[in-house]
């Protein structure tokens, strides 16, 4: 039998991108020829446990846009891609049919499934190596671990440490890079995936959501310029981010920053950037310290692994839940006793899209006023957010429910929190009318 060619596979996950990728940058400086894929793991659009998918709808979409943009950016650097639908370990199978993998480059994850994942292929690929990159992290592993010995329960301790002549990675310089490997004679093709194939209808985009936005690394760049240097809203980030309505009250870099189709750090250097240029305030600061909350989450969960899965949480307090179907499909459907909750649970709903405000407000609402278990109400935002992430979604959760980095049991006055935050009703009347 022919010996089969040597291969390095530059497989993506959520690092959906071409602007400081390490693992591109990686496999960049490797002689062997490579193969960049792409899998929709067939897994994730099935229902969960709690019978909500583990991917919706809108996120789909992005998702979508967000790799049919990758494929061009990596034609136009000649690196040859993959795109499948199907069980991840199948996908690899089939590559290694045709191939010898010498290395994986992709980024390190550390939660349940995604180790679930990794061990399925190393059972087929148990010769193949692995190189795993840090870089959905604004802060760097060894710098962090220089600064603390075990990360702290609470982000005020994390961030004091760390701020500390604050050190942030420069940019992998992947945007001058072009692939001068000979072609390699791929003999599996492509699937075309298109929203049907992933299970769902075609649907248009509601007109009023504050998200209007494509998925992608090219529109994650021109949002990052718009929202600093066309309109300069970076500098007064720190009066609006509580806003409800709109695109511009927060800068809606979470959904590229989960997908990796934008990294933190890109975002930090663009803000220096901003700052020589236009000056430093405390909103320039504030996004910054906004990253760090993303990065508490991603450390948290880095140091109490499945943990934050379990209804106790990382406290492993035995906070006693209801389950009422009733009061489930209430919140959900906005029919509760609060229109500043339904205005947001519509929102949701009918977007994908809740603003920071919205979701304290809904998840304390769910798990104080109605007492339902947390983990239903992440496993909801968890099929509906487009920005969906692991870390931040299920740390904010047990932050809310008190059994996660906050050891207070604090609750959110909804009506309350209406007057302050929307007190003429006009995000009421958006939404409820
Ligand atoms: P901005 O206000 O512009 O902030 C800039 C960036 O800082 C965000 O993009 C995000 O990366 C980070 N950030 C801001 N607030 C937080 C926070 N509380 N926790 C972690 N990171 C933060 N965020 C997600 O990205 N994915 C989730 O699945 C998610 N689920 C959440 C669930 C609940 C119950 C709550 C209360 C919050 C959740 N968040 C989640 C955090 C936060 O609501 C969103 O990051 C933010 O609303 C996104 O809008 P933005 O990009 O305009 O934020």
Redesign the pocket.
């Known amino acids: 039998m022919p010996e089969k060619q040597k291969i390095n596979i530059l497989w993506f996950g959520n690092d959906l991108r071409i602007r400081d990728n390490e693992s591109l940058f990686n496999v960049m400086q490797e002689d062997l020829p490579f193969l960049a894929l792409y899998i929709f793991d067939e897994t994730f659009f099935c229902s969960a446990p709690l019978g909500f998918k583990k991917i919706g709808k809108f996120r789909a979409q992005f998702l979508l846009d967000t790799v049919l943009d990758l494929n061009s950016n990596l034609n136009q650097k000649n690196i040859p891609f993959l795109k499948k639908i199907g069980r991840t370990q199948d996908v690899f199978n089939q590559i290694s049919g045709q191939f010898e993998i010498e290395k994986i480059f992709c980024q390190s994850e550390w939660t349940q499934e995604e180790v679930v994942l990794y061990n399925k292929i190393k059972r087929i690929l148990p010769g193949v190596k692995w190189v795993k990159s840090y870089s959905q992290l604004l802060l760097q592993p060894n710098y962090v671990a220089d600064k603390v010995d075990e990360i702290p329960l609470l982000f005020t301790n994390f961030r004091q440490k760390i701020e500390k002549d604050f050190k942030i990675r420069n940019e992998f310089d992947c945007e001058h890079l072009v692939n001068r490997r000979p072609n390699l004679d791929l003999q599996i093709e492509s699937d075309d995936i298109t929203l049907k194939t992933l299970g769902f209808d075609d649907f248009e985009v509601h007109q009023s959501t504050a998200f209007p936005f494509s998925g992608g690394e090219t529109a994650a760049i021109q949002r990052l310029n718009a929202y600093l240097f066309e309109t300069k809203n970076l500098s007064c ?1 720190k009066e609006t ?1 509580n806003g409800l309505i709109g695109e511009d009250y ?5 959904a590229w ?2 997908n990796g189709s934008l990294s ?1 750090v890109s975002i930090f250097h663009e803000i220096k950037k901003y700052e020589s240029k236009f000056g430093y305030n405390e909103s320039t600061y504030w ?1 910054v310290f ?2 760090l ?2 990065d508490f ?1 991603k450390y948290t969960s880095m140091r109490f692994r499945d943990k934050i899965f379990l209804k106790v949480g990382i406290l492993e307090r035995d906070v006693q839940f209801k389950f009422d179907q009733n009061l489930v499909n209430e919140w959900i459907n906005g029919e509760t006793n609060s229109d500043f909750i339904n205005a947001n649970m519509l929102e949701i709903k009918n977007t994908g899209w809740m ?2 405000r919205g ?2 407000n809904v ?1 304390s609402y769910f798990c104080k006023i109605l007492k339902q278990e947390w983990r239903i109400g992440a496993a909801y ?2 099929e509906m ?1 487009i ?3 692991v870390h ?2 299920y ?3 047990m932050y ?1 429910a008190g059994v996660g980095n906050d050891p207070r049991s604090r609750i959110f006055n909804a009506e309350k929190q209406a007057e302050q935050y929307d007190p003429n009703h006009k995000f009421r009347n958006l939404w409820l009318q």
Do not use: P
């Open positions: 980030y981010r927060s800068s809606k870099f979470s920053l989960a933190a996004l906004e990253l909350w993303r989450f603003s920071n979701r304290q998840a935002f968890e957010l920005d969906y992430d931040s979604n740390g904010n959760w809310l």
